[in-house]
């Protein structure tokens, strides 16, 4: 029998299964879909089977043999091969970076190199410490000052030294007492006692009363108060057995409250949705629903009565939300709503927690997934409805190869398996709602709030006019009020900040310069904590000048608004506040945004700032104002997507406020009122907003009326790089139509990053039915001349910006 495997080396320039042969001893048990371990050029490496045959093109001598099988189940299934080779073609990446990518990290390979000590006797005495009889060694252990003398040994023959593929596979064990003795054997036990065992005849005790039981051993010298060395004489003197079993660790830190509870009836519009839906899951049409419902109007809810039908037939639900940081609360939702038959999958878990929901999801033992971006892969075979809440969010799409977009992994999987897919927003993408319009999507609306709940009134404030009236702080009259107002009624506020950090920059006031990365063509970022200035591309730190780079004059200052800033001046204006601040800074330990959130809930603190994060997902009885403090930060980046990007924003951060019995009141301050995301987002207005917004998306030829694929180029020689960009631009228009635009060779918006020049092309086309194939070419041209001259080429066919 013959495998085709597709091997671990991204790097290098191959990308097709080679074959193999596969070994009489695992014959019967390899699968398609199974991990192997191949021989490839004089290293071991991983690999996937994805198809197997009986006979190979390549003669039998030069054939080289499967070296292991990983796994005795294959970790994917025939569907996540065909997804695989789907993804291949549609996003232009690597066949491995499809596999790999549908499996959690610990399955994933890792590379360790090994020695082989084949001549223990003649290991020099200071090795021989080291080896201590073993004939497998770590490299590592050995310390770099003796590789010269391995690489002697090796050349000798009394080493050898070979690369391995380490599995990561760490599954949990846990020691697990079973407690056998009847009764009368215990006593037995007890009696042969020496007096000073006061502590075993105690343990004995507790055992008498757990006869026939199995617990945690751990569990059982805790109720005990006894030790390991207690636990061990009894357990030799056969009181009881012990063994080690697989367990899950356990994630999450409790549930988060639910609010309101259980609610009451379907509104009417629910209803028709959930109807609706359900008519899908029934007749197993994988039809594609644009579910619009403004915020707080039950989506969430008709998610939860789809997937209860669908679980009632015995098959399978995926929810997919943005980003973990903000699922505390939605994930307890499910979690509280359908128990021990959820998985949640996301970021923030380690990667053994990840691997236990994986394998959860695996064997069957759940039927629910709720997790980011990645979850869409979960490895169901029956599944009954794929849920994208907040469709619109641009984490859905990955931002390195494979560069997939959610939404369209489950529109393809909801293909094999006969199953509708669920989009759900207050502000769907404008790609998903001209889907809809034109029919391609069902769309389906809530246009009111489940529990009638107005609307809140949103306030927008001119901060032009603050200035001319003398108000130079970052908060405006009117904020700074309602501020007031809701610390002396004790409700609740959410103050939303566009950036991190303290100050975004260092600016000189004599010659107008900022502090720049060395590396990157950017400013760089002042961080309050650390006292340092940082680079968000490369990562550079340096301290903050005393004098001007540029000038040598003393006259330099932060500039721009942090989260850290706010919050001092929130101090100073408001002493008796208490202030909980949620940023990239304050979340980056593990668990840290859900225990801000449940502190927040809990009524630990007045007001919540915090930055993008807080926006979206947050649902508390007691906050009544949302305060926006600069709306239009986002407008100014040159993004084809900012208006619409300002727009949801808004419209998401203030569907915050007033969700429940008390009304809510937003106050967004701008310096851009006039601007018509701003002012749109006010009343919720999305159609109008849509319509604007399609006009000029038609007008300067972006998505959705184009499609745009954008090439970056990276080098250190600037010359080197616009000259390849330019022969890939000419190579392009040569070959595709004459109606497809293509812009550049340009400069990236941000030129240089770690000392590599960025230069980019960009395509817009209507149809273009060759460009696949043409790209194809591309990276083949790229990967036999342009690599190797040191340059990275990257193809994303759906970019979320495009600078
Ligand atoms: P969305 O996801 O659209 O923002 P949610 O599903 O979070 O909205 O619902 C908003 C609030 O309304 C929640 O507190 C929820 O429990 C409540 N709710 C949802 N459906 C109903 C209903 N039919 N009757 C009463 N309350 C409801
Ligand atoms: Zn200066
Ligand atoms: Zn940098």
Redesign the pocket.
Known sequence: MIAEVITDVSAHPVDRPFDYAVPDGIAEVIEPGSRVRVPFGNRKVLGFVTGLKEESDVPASRLKPVDELLDPEPVLTEEMLRLADWMRETTLCFEIDALQVMLPSALRAKYEKTVHVINPEKLPHELAEITRDRRVVAVKEFGEGLLPVLKRLASEGTVSIETAVRQRTNIKKERVLHIIGEAGRLDEIRGSLPKIASRQAELINWMEEHIGMSVPSKDVMEATGTTRATLNALISKGAAMETEEEVYRKPEAGLMP??????????DE?ATAVGTISGAVDNRRDETFLLH??????????YMQVIRQVLDQGREAIVLVPEISLTPQITSRFKRRFGPLVAVMHSGLSAGEKYDEWRKVQRGEVKVVVGARSAVFAPFRNLGVIIL?EEHESSYKQEDSPRYHARDVAIRRAEEHGCPVIL?S?TPSLESYARAKKGVYKLLT?AE???KQPLPEVQVVDMREELKNGNRSMFSVALAEAIRHRLDSGEQTVLFLNRRGYSSFVLCRDCGTSVQCPNCDISLTYHRATERLQCHYCGHEERVPLTCPECESEHIRFFGTGTQKVQEELHRLFPEARVLRMDVDTTRQKGAHERLLRQFGDGEADILLGTQMIAKGL?FPNITLVGVLSADTMLRLADFRAAEKTFQLLTQVS?RAG??EKEGEVVVQTYAPEHYAVELAKDQAYEPFYAIEMGNRKRYAYPPFYFVTLIQFSHEDLMKVSEVAGNAARYLSGKLGPDTVIIGPTAAEVARVNNRYRYQCLIKYKKEPKLAGVLTDLVKIYRSSWMKEGITMSIDMNPSTIS
């Open positions: 639910e609010n309101g509870g259980i609610p009451g009836p379907l509104t629910q419902g403004v915020t707080g109007s039950g989506k969430t809810e008709v809440d759900g207050a809530l709030r489940a529990k649902d569907g969700r429940h």
